[in-house]
Every structure is written in C-alpha cells, then in structure tokens.
C-alpha cells in the first residue's frame, strides 16, 4: 500500500478491508483493500462521502498526474469522469468488509 487509493497522498494510514470488484464501463477497479491517508479515512469515518469523492477524488484528478489531460477535456467529459469516479467510490462502499484498522508499515 504506497499511496492513499482515494486522493493518492504517499503517506496512508489506513486500511480498509474490501472485496475486489471492477467498474466496466472505464475499465476501472480494485484488488482487495483500499488504503487511505488520515484526512481521507477521517472523512470515511465521518460519513462525508461527497466531500471524497469531490474534493479528495477529483481534486487529485485534477491536478495530479492526469492534470495535462483533464485540462483537455470539455464539460461533458469532466461530468463523466465525475460521474465514473462517484461510482467506483460507491462501488468501494458496497464491498468494504469491516472497520478500519491501522497501517503497519514493516
């Protein structure tokens, strides 16, 4: 677990147990448990799942390495990519399995 899964801070400090699923129409995905940073799992927690997706999510969509591309992209295809992005978060809701529990780094 190098980055947090949900904005990709280097610096997680949270596991959260998931089952592994896909999201077909982006080819988008995950194998097993997602990590998050503090500020992410702390958002979680407190049941802000709007504020992940939105300002956690796209946000590093926006700017990270992707930034080149998103600039590129009209209003439609940053709705669509906002759209798949609120999906793979709720698809991560939907096969989270258990609380949180802490990263151990080894």
């Known amino acids: 677990m190098g980055k947090c899964d949900f904005c990709s ?14 999201v077909n129409k ?3 995905g995950s194998e097993d448990d997602w990590a998050a940073c503090e500020e992410c799992s702390q958002l979680i927690e407190d049941g802000k799942h709007e504020t992940v997706v939105k300002e ?27 759209v798949e ?10 096969a989270r399995r258990g609380p949180r529990r802490p990263l ?3």
Do not use: C, H
Not at 9 to 22: G, H, K, L, N
Not at 58 to 78: D, H, I, P, S
Not at 85 to 94: G, Q
């Open 9 to 22: 801070d280097p610096q997680p400090a949270w596991i959260y147990p998931a089952e592994s699923f896909t």
């Open 56 to 82: 956690r999510m796209l946000a590093t969509a926006a700017v990270g390495v992707n930034g080149a591309l998103w600039n590129l992209f009209n209003k439609e295809e940053r709705r669509e990519v906002e």
């Open 85 to 94: 992005t609120r999906r793979l978060y709720d698809k991560f809701r939907r």
């Open 104 to 106: 151990r780094i080894l």
């Open 26 to 28: 982006v080819n988008w």
